[in-house]
């Protein structure tokens, strides 16, 4: 397909999907020259796809620099020691796939005029997006609550067990309200707490006298940290669980946690995930400006140019859920 | 996929250059393809393999997964595995099979552009620890660091059962 004009005897249209027929050489006489664009295809879908190659190349640049940040760094956390779940990563995949199946569904049942069946399928489309974002919602805010943000002044990641951290865990126990929190902590009978916050208080209350300690050992501090909150190790059953930390007994306390190559992987982490979120969030917003419309087959390319998008959508979480969570 | 059909599968153009608004042989054109390609049957089976894939990769999680010593294994595994994946997605639910030849000019130079892109970020960023001031390397986490860390939950230095 080039952009030179074609001579075509008038009447090709209407005989086009039955080859050339006699009338090719026959005598209407005259010709008209037409156009034909570079690409065929209308502009709405060009331009969806030369926007698409776009985005192939930011996502590609991110997951670029996760790879090489990765494999380039002598430590990176396993994803228990991130609290990631590959249960619930497996299940937001299966959400994405549904929904790229139900957005398909909705071009067909649009491209064969059926537009409440089309409207239903883009229902459908919008509840499994927002219940991705959902899921991703709950992932986060168990993130935050194990202090694990991208930042400080939020993060409480520090990356090994030494002085430096050490001197973290002191000025955070010499917080006036955590001093406060603590003394009425120590100041409560034993028969008011459960067996386990009993234990975790004794813990606490070891794990306060060897911070303060000047003949404290590189030792005592992995041990402080460890209390905080353990690193799971993989189990006998291969899956480690989750071990409770101290920051998990008491959830006021957040105090300092060590986790190996955290910081970083963090960083990656809500960048990928959250690029990814805004554009799931993106393609919800125009699966509700299209529900307002009678989807019909005249909208079968409104509706064609969401689904590209979608699928890309869906296509970027395919390798992120792999590289994130099982890798 | 000929020229010939490209022509016919979005009806007259006009002398602009654009494509006309759909007339009667376009809709019926358009209800053509919409027998030839997709269907029921076909997304179906496409989702019921993705679903398949998703849970190849899963496995990889399992205790189950004979290469757990062996971690390049299980990731070239799962990267072949969302390759097939994004395969499938790319060819059935965004209609790429059927397209026409233009398909190329905008996906092989975008992944060209991505691959180089990748690569261009070994040698800064892949490698930045082959060589780092001694200051940095006195704090960057190091694998001793995690068996550090293990050890300490091993060890029971409280005296006192944690929750381990």
């Known amino acids: ?327 | 996929m000929s020229d010939h059909h490209d022509h016919a599968a979005h009806g007259p153009i006009t002398r602009t250059g654009e494509l006309s608004p759909p007339s009667h042989s376009h809709e019926d054109h358009d209800h053509g393809q919409h027998e030839s390609h997709g269907g029921l049957g076909q997304y179906l089976a496409v989702f019921a393999a993705l679903c398949a894939l998703t849970t190849m990769s899963f496995f990889t999680y399992s205790p189950l997964w004979p290469w757990r010593d062996q971690p390049h294994v299980g990731w070239a595994f799962m990267m072949a595995v969302s390759c097939t994946k994004a395969m499938l997605v790319v060819l059935f639910f965004m209609h790429v099979l059927w397209e026409a030849n233009w398909k190329y000019v905008l996906t092989i130079p975008a992944a060209m552009m991505a691959i180089f892109l990748a690569l261009m970020l070994v040698p800064d960023v892949g490698l930045r620890n082959r060589m780092v001031s001694q200051e940095r390397a006195l704090h960057m986490a190091r694998p001793s660091d995690v068996k550090l860390m293990e050890r300490a939950g091993e060890a029971q230095v409280l005296g006192e059962a944690s929750a381990h």
């Open chain 1, 1 to 327: 397909m080039n952009l030179s004009a074609h001579s075509i005897p008038q009447g090709h249209d209407h005989h086009d999907s039955h080859g050339h027929s006699d009338d090719h050489g026959g005598g209407h006489g005259h010709l008209t020259l037409q156009y034909q664009p570079g690409l065929p295809l209308s502009k709405g879908k060009l331009i969806m796809w030369l926007f698409l190659s776009t985005e192939i190349m930011f996502f590609a640049a991110l997951l670029g620099s996760y790879v090489v940040l990765r494999f380039g760094a002598p430590v990176w956390p396993k994803p228990h020691h991130v609290h990631l779940s590959e249960p619930i990563g497996a299940f937001n995949t299966f959400v994405l796939i549904c929904s790229s199946v139900t957005i398909v569904l909705a071009l067909e049942a649009a491209r064969a005029n059926k537009a409440l069946q089309a409207k239903n399928w883009m229902l459908a489309t919008l509840l499994l997006g927002s219940l991705f974002l959902g899921v991703k919602g709950y992932e986060y805010a168990a993130k935050f609550s194990h202090g694990i943000y991208p930042a400080q002044p939020h993060s409480l990641i520090y990356e090994k067990p030494d002085l430096y951290y050490g001197a973290a865990v002191r000025a955070r126990l010499g917080e006036p309200a955590i001093i406060d929190r603590l003394k009425e902590l120590d100041d409560t009978p034993e028969d008011k707490l459960s067996s386990e916050e009993a234990s975790a208080r004794r813990r606490l209350q070891k794990i306060r006298q060897m911070v303060m300690s000047p003949d404290q050992q590189p030792f005592d501090l992995a041990v402080v940290a460890d209390q905080v909150m353990p690193l799971p190790s993989e189990g006998a059953d291969g899956h480690g669980g989750h071990a409770e930390g101290l920051n998990d007994t008491f959830s006021w306390l957040r105090l300092p946690t060590v986790i190996p190559g955290g910081n970083m992987w963090a960083s990656t982490y809500f960048l990928l995930t959250g690029f990814h979120a805004i554009h799931v969030a993106v393609g919800l917003l125009v699966f509700a400006i299209l529900l307002t419309f009678r989807l019909d087959r005249k909208r079968a390319g409104m509706i064609e140019n969401a689904g590209l998008y979608w699928h890309f959508v869906d296509l970027v979480w395919i390798f992120l859920f792999p590289l994130l969570y099982l890798f």
